[in-house]
């Protein structure tokens, strides 16, 4: 499934993307060896799509991705980064580096201004080494990010963020624009204010997840707006399976019907002598409405086990019984 899906406009050269958040150092340390190595294993194995942020690693992930990126011909892959955030030096303010092990230390600020979008491209464009961009995501405008902010916020990035945007597609410089956020409804709420390309959506519609089925997939089906899916795994409790006691669930623990739900579509997997992790990765790729699906890797190994999973053949059976593990929750 690392094909280039036919029907993408924005021209995704693999339908599974590599995010690289994890070289960043999310959650774990990777060195500079560790992060070439995997960047080099998947593009190798075929992935020809890398997403990236200024936030991840608080720009240590663009300037490896940057790196990388010289060892091949940009011509053959899709990048895409992420604007709402710029750099600066702390000058001697704590800095909360939050999931981050070993981030360069620098201070994120939030900036969804036409001249904080700006400023974000021009520190992106000096980390990657690039000036032309397939595909910017306007980031985290959503309210588990900014809370009684978020309407401002949302104010903010559709007269700042999205005008920079627009004002650079038209000039060529950027190929398309797109939201990365984890709600769904404030990504619906993006497409019916503004022209943009594409969604990344985080954690939403996945193998235990399928509340964008309700709101952004019909209403991006209706815009002819792409979908790109993030958090498949949703921040691991699919990878590491829900018995595990470091689980989580969109970054915390996870919730009891959601363990619950997880138990019975793991049992189904089980029952199929299907990995858990190889539906988690093919269930949204499965709907062609989906451009592509990006998976964070930091180790090398673990290329090969999610192109693995990828490409197992899994009986329609499995996705039958699936499918009535969410038909009776909703009953």
């Excluded at 690039?130 to 985290?140: A, N, Q, R």
């Excluded at 401002?152 to 990365?180: M, T």
């Excluded at 498949?232 to 669930?249: D, H």
């Excluded at 915390?252 to 299907?274: F, L, N, Q, T, Y």
Aim: proline share 4%.
């Amino acid at each position: 499934m690392t094909g280039s899906p036919s029907q993408s406009r924005i021209g995704f050269k693999s339908r599974l993307g590599f995010g690289a958040s994890g070289i960043g150092t999310l959650y774990r340390n990777v060195t500079e060896k560790q992060a070439a190595e995997v960047l080099a294993k998947a593009y190798e194995g075929g992935i020809r799509y890398f997403d990236s942020a200024p936030l991840y690693g608080h720009g240590l992930s663009e300037i490896r991705l940057g790196t990388f990126l010289r060892t091949i011909d940009r011509k053959l892959v899709t990048v895409s980064t992420k604007v709402g955030r710029y750099m600066v030096p702390p000058y001697g303010e704590k800095v909360d580096y939050g999931l981050w092990a070993s981030p360069l230390r620098l201070k994120p600020v939030f900036d969804y201004s036409y001249s904080g979008t700006m400023r974000s491209l021009e520190q992106s464009a000096s980390r990657l080494g690039i000036s032309d961009f397939d595909l910017i995501y306007i980031h985290d405008v959503d309210l588990f990010t900014h809370g009684d902010a978020y309407e401002r916020r949302f104010n903010e990035a559709i007269e700042g963020c999205f005008r920079a945007l627009a004002d650079l597609r038209k000039a060529g410089h950027v190929k398309a624009i797109g939201v990365g956020v984890n709600e769904s409804d404030v990504a619906t709420r993006f497409i019916k204010a503004c022209a943009i390309d594409a969604v990344m959506m985080a954690g939403r519609y996945t193998l235990l997840d399928r509340g964008a089925e309700a709101d952004l997939l019909p209403e991006a089906a209706r815009q002819g707006v792409e979908i790109v899916v993030a958090g498949i795994f949703n921040s691991g409790i699919l990878a590491t399976g829900p018995a595990s006691t470091t689980a989580t669930f969109d970054y915390g623990v996870p919730p009891d019907d959601i363990v619950a739900r997880a138990k019975k579509i793991e049992a189904i997997c089980i029952r199929h002598g299907i990995p858990l992790q190889a539906a988690a990765i093919q269930f949204p790729l499965r709907n062609k409405q989906i451009s592509a699906a990006v998976l964070g890797m930091s180790r090398p190994e673990r290329i090969a086990e999610n192109l693995g999973w990828s490409q197992l053949t899994i009986p329609a059976e499995l996705w039958s019984e699936i499918d009535d593990v969410f038909s009776f929750s909703k009953a």
